[in-house]
């Protein structure tokens, strides 16, 4: 089965990406964690992509459409895939369709979280993540049990994302309102979108998720 997960930054892509990941064999694809992975790696693309993601932008639909096609290649996405934060545009959408096809594949269904703008920036600006073993945090909602220690893995270092501050945030939703949102009506008119109500608790929000997919085949 082949998902993808559409919602504005903050929305909970990432934490339900990983739960499916875990629950049903998929293999979690971030464009967004492919991306970091290129700035922490100090490579040209890395660091031409640090300057579009601090201003909150988009990076050119080239190079995601790049990354995804060479990642759908390998073995271990037989099973299937959970697209995270790619397609983003209706260019993207319509290139990975075009790419699927091609590799014999198609996506089987799309995943809307719906989160209201205040919501969002409140969460994206709170959370870290820890260094070691990825686990995620926030100051509000979700800290550690000990202080400073990860309740995973104990370890004592964390991250904060730097596209993570209230002024990016404000870009990022801009960005996914005009360029992203319009991916809607595209999978809506093939029959593929569910909608999913972002604000409830987590587990909630999954239980939505799994009777979505529930009718799905893939
Ligand atoms: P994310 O981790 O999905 O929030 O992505 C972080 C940043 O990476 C975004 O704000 C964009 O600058 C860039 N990015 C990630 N995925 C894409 C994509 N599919 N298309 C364009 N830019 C992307």
């Known amino acids: 089965m082949n998902l993808i997960l559409l919602g504005p930054p903050g929305a909970g ?9 875990d629950e049903r ?19 040209a693309l890395g660091v031409e992509a640090k300057k579009i993601m601090d201003a909150g932008q988009l990076v ?10 060479g990642r759908t290649d390998k073995p271990d996405t037989a099973k299937g895939v959970i697209f995270d934060g790619f397609p983003r545009t209706v260019a993207q959408a319509e290139a990975l369709d075009a790419m699927l096809a091609k590799k014999g594949k198609k996506i089987d269904a799309v995943i809307e979280l719906k989160v209201d703008d205040a919501a969002l920036i409140e969460r994206i600006s709170g959370r870290f993540t820890c260094a070691k073993c990825g686990t995620g945090y926030h100051d509000k909602f979700a800290r550690p049990k000990k202080d400073g220690i990860c309740d995973k893995c104990g370890s004592t270092e ?3 994302r730097a596209d993570d501050n209230a002024e990016t945030v404000k870009a990022r939703l801009v ?19 569910h909608s999913v109500d972002g604000m409830a608790a987590m587990p909630e929000v999954a239980g939505q998720i799994d009777r979505a997919l529930d009718g799905v085949k893939g």
């Open 13 to 21: 892509k990432g934490t339900q990406a990983k739960k499916l990941t």
């Open 25 to 43: 064999g998929l293999v979690q694809l971030s464009t967004g964690d492919m991306l970091r992975a290129e700035v922490a790696s100090g490579s």
């Open 60 to 69: 050119s639909d080239a190079i995601v459409i790049g990354m995804i096609d």
């Open 158 to 160: 964390f991250t904060r």
């Open 175 to 193: 960005a996914y309102r005009q360029q992203t949102a319009p991916i809607l009506p595209y999978y809506q008119a093939k029959g593929l979108l």
